[in-house]
């Protein structure tokens, strides 16, 4: 791994760049072997320097927000692995009803902004979900009733796949009719190659922000309520249209099974959750006897919610 150098880019960074960074520590699953480079750009300009130093050493990148959705392989990943950091993290209040929000914002900071500045539209209901602005685009992340979707307007994006005209990573904004199709259950309009920068929202004004700030602590106790404390991904799979893929799979007995220290959660059957030290292999295993019982069990094939790296 990392017979490739990265050297371009030595001394160019203002957080410089790490060598043989475990995933695990950058995952809320807390399994995941090393990434060859981890890079922390603090603005545009770095963002592009290290896609093109990838492109010229020839190393695949992945762009992370909070790994709150990641599962990634215990031989961890051959390429850089991209944290946005700095302008990315920036938020900002632009007129009435107009947010403007990095690429690396964590929902709970944004949620939490959006009261301040007396906005709210249910997007309260996200409060909790412990990931980025880009990972929940990435997902069209959601609950109680209302996704991310629902209040973006435009993104602004980098292309990762190398174009050979041009050879420079190329920013393009997403919005309107092609925005609004892209997005649907549990997936955005961001195609595999490209990576949020900034996004505009529009948020409702709030009508009784005392409501919506007890939302915000009524979520906080759902969520202590409903899902298991033990480091997760999330929910592993999708729901399937009008059915709860928890619900199923607690039907088909599912709950406690385990795979060396991987575990079907027993408070929500459809989190399988690392009791201990879990390989991403025991956690994999888990998540397929699990689909292939639902299968058996019940005729319905389970999508993976999960975003998996390195692994089938
Ligand atoms: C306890 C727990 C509860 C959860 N509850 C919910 C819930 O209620 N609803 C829900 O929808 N999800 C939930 N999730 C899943 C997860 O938090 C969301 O999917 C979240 O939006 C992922 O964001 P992230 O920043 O952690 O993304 P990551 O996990 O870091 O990445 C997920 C995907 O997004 C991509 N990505 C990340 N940042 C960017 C970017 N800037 N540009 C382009 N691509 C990017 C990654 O490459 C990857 O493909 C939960 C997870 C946990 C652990």
Same mark, same amino acid.
């Given at each position: 791994?990392a017979?490739?150098?990265?050297?371009?880019?030595e001394?160019?960074?203002k /957080?410089?760049?790490?060598? &043989?960074?475990?995933?695990?520590? +950058?995952?809320?699953?807390? @399994?995941?072997?090393?990434?060859?480079f981890?890079?922390?750009?603090?603005?545009?300009? =770095?963002? *592009?320097?290290?896609?093109?130093?990838?492109?010229s050493?020839?190393?695949?990148?992945?762009?992370?927000?909070?790994?709150?959705?990641l599962? @990634?392989?215990?031989e961890?990943?051959?390429?850089? $692995?991209? /944290?946005m950091?700095?302008v990315?993290? %920036?938020?900002?209040?632009?007129?009435?009803t107009?947010v403007?929000?990095g690429?690396?914002? +964590?929902?709970?900071?944004? @949620?939490e902004?959006?009261?301040?500045?007396d906005?709210?539209?249910?997007i309260?209901?996200?409060?909790?979900?412990?990931?980025t602005?880009?990972g929940?685009?990435?997902?069209?992340?959601?609950?109680?009733?209302?996704?991310?979707?629902?209040y973006?307007?435009? +993104?602004?994006?980098?292309?990762?796949?190398?174009? !050979?005209?041009?050879?420079?990573p190329?920013?393009y904004?997403?919005?309107? =009719?092609e925005?609004? /199709?892209?997005?649907?259950?549990?997936?955005g309009?961001?195609?595999?190659?490209?990576?949020?920068?900034?996004?505009?929202?529009?948020?409702?004004v709030?009508?009784? %922000?005392? =409501?919506?700030?007890? &939302?915000?602590?009524?979520?906080?106790?759902?969520r202590? $309520?409903? !899902?298991?404390?033990?480091?997760?991904?999330?929910?592993?799979? %999708?729901?399937p249209?009008?059915?709860?893929?928890?619900?199923?799979?607690?039907?088909?007995?599912?709950?406690?099974?385990?795979?060396?220290?991987?575990?079907?959660? %027993?408070? !929500?059957?459809?989190?399988? $959750?690392?009791m201990g030290?879990?390989s991403?292999?025991?956690?994999? *295993?888990?998540?397929?006897k699990?689909?292939?019982?639902? +299968?058996?069990?019940?005729?319905?094939?389970?999508?993976?919610?999960?975003?998996?790296?390195?692994l089938?």
């Amino acid at each position: 791994m990392a017979a490739k150098s990265m050297q371009g880019l030595e001394g160019r960074l203002k /957080r410089g760049l790490e060598r &043989r960074v475990p995933l695990a520590n +950058l995952c809320t699953m807390k @399994v995941g072997g090393p990434a060859a480079f981890l890079a922390e750009p603090v603005d545009l300009e =770095e963002l *592009r320097s290290i896609i093109r130093a990838a492109w010229s050493d020839d190393l695949p990148v992945l762009v992370i927000g909070s790994g709150s959705n990641l599962l @990634v392989c215990d031989e961890g990943f051959p390429g850089v $692995v991209i /944290r946005m950091q700095g302008v990315f993290r %920036r938020l900002s209040h632009k007129a009435p009803t107009s947010v403007e929000s990095g690429g690396a914002v +964590l929902i709970n900071r944004l @949620v939490e902004r959006c009261l301040v500045w007396d906005l709210s539209g249910g997007i309260e209901s996200l409060y909790g979900i412990p990931g980025t602005l880009g990972g929940a685009v990435r997902m069209n992340a959601g609950a109680h009733e209302h996704e991310i979707s629902n209040y973006i307007v435009e +993104l602004e994006c980098i292309d990762m796949e190398r174009n !050979h005209a041009e050879d420079e990573p190329q920013i393009y904004i997403l919005e309107g =009719e092609e925005l609004a /199709r892209g997005f649907a259950y549990r997936t955005g309009p961001l195609a595999g190659r490209d990576v949020l920068t900034k996004a505009v929202l529009q948020i409702p004004v709030c009508e009784n %922000r005392e =409501e919506s700030k007890a &939302r915000l602590g009524e979520m906080k106790e759902l969520r202590k $309520v409903k !899902h298991p404390r033990e480091p997760s991904a999330g929910s592993v799979f %999708r729901n399937p249209p009008g059915k709860s893929a928890g619900i199923i799979i607690e039907r088909c007995g599912c709950k406690g099974w385990r795979e060396g220290y991987a575990e079907v959660s %027993r408070k !929500h059957a459809n989190f399988i $959750v690392n009791m201990g030290e879990a390989s991403a292999r025991d956690l994999y *295993r888990l998540a397929m006897k699990v689909r292939s019982a639902v +299968l058996e069990k019940e005729g319905v094939e389970l999508e993976l919610e999960w975003k998996l790296v390195g692994l089938p």
